[in-house]
């Protein structure tokens, strides 16, 4: 099943790794250590955020790098302002109505 | 036109709940009703070109209302609002979830809460939508989504109920 970004972005570490991610490229490793967690722990929320596209891979040498994928982000915040957008023009409509009504009454 | 009332939007994406609060120049009583009652809901309620249509209402606690978002090429977009509490004229809540044509629920759903009050005959309306899923959310927006020609549309209308009263 594919991850759902809010689920991921839900959760305290993960919004936390993303943090970290965000100034610099992480190896797994390198993310348990700075959490105090296990390898597995941390692989369980590398796997959430990489499946709903958050984070991006990179293999240098031996060692997989993480990096945070603003573009997805950004993709994320879009969707916001759509619905905002939206929002915005249902109430506009609804303040036209109340013009119009309130015109009706007198 | 209306620069001087609010509009607030925010978005905690961590409690996956969305707050919406807008004032109108109008009457609590009058807010309500375009808020409650079919007639006046399919007027404002699906942005254009886009309509909706309610099927029926019936705004009790336990009550439903039954209604499509049409887009202008005819599809339909069925939804579901069970009304679980109402205190007349201040607070709402209910449960949203679209549904087929044959009003089969779609879960899960969003809570929906409304909130209405007013000063100097201003009145402020505040929502609270929690979704348990950003898909859900995603859905939503889906629900009436056609790009830019909406909102040029409005924008077009906007500016000339502005220049009229100019």
């Known amino acids: 099943m594919k ?13 936390a790794i993303l943090t970290l991610l965000a100034i610099q490229a992480l190896t797994p490793n390198a993310m348990a250590e700075k959490f105090d967690m296990t390898r597995q722990a941390v692989s369980k929320h590398i796997k959430v955020l990489y499946e709903c596209e958050l984070i991006k891979s990179e293999q240098s040498g031996r060692e997989i790098y993480y990096h945070f994928n603003a573009k997805k982000m950004q993709e994320f915040d879009h969707w916001l302002a759509q619905f905002r957008q939206n929002w915005e023009t249902q ?5 036209q109505l109340l013009t ?3 015109k009706q009454n007198q | 036109m209306n ?21 109108f120049n109008a009457a609590q009583s009058l807010v309500w009703d375009a808020f409650t009652k079919a007639e006046l809901l399919d007027q404002w309620m699906a942005p254009a070109p886009m ?42 809540k209910m449960y949203n979830a679209f549904a087929d044509k044959d009003e ?7 809570d929906w809460d409304y909130n209405f009050s007013e000063e100097n005959g201003i009145t402020k309306v505040s ?9 859900r959310l995603e859905k939503l927006l889906e629900g009436f989504r056609i790009g830019f020609t909406m909102t040029l549309t409005n924008l077009e209308n906007l500016l000339s109920t502005l220049s ?3």
């Not at chain 1, 991850?3 to 919004?15: E, G, K, N, S, W």
Request: net charge neutral; glycine share 4%; proline share 4%.
């Open chain 1, 91 to 95: 109430f506009n409509q609804l303040d």
């Open chain 2, 104 to 110: 089969n629920r779609e879960l899960p759903g969003s």
């Open chain 2, 164 to 166: 009229e009263k100019q």
């Open chain 2, 127 to 135: 929502i609270t939508i929690y979704n348990e899923s950003f898909e």
């Open chain 2, 3 to 23: 620069n001087d009332l609010l509009f607030d939007f925010n978005v905690d994406k961590a409690a996956k709940t969305v707050y919406i609060t807008r004032e």
């Open chain 2, 51 to 92: 309509r909706a249509k309610t099927k029926y209402m019936d705004f009790k606690v336990g009550g439903r209302r039954f209604y499509a978002m049409i887009s202008p090429d005819g599809q339909e977009r069925w939804a579901v609002q069970e009304f679980t509490f109402i205190t007349p004229k201040t607070n709402f």
């Open chain 1, 3 to 15: 991850q759902d970004i809010f689920q991921a972005i839900a959760d305290p570490t993960r919004r």
């Open chain 1, 100 to 102: 119009t009504i309130k």
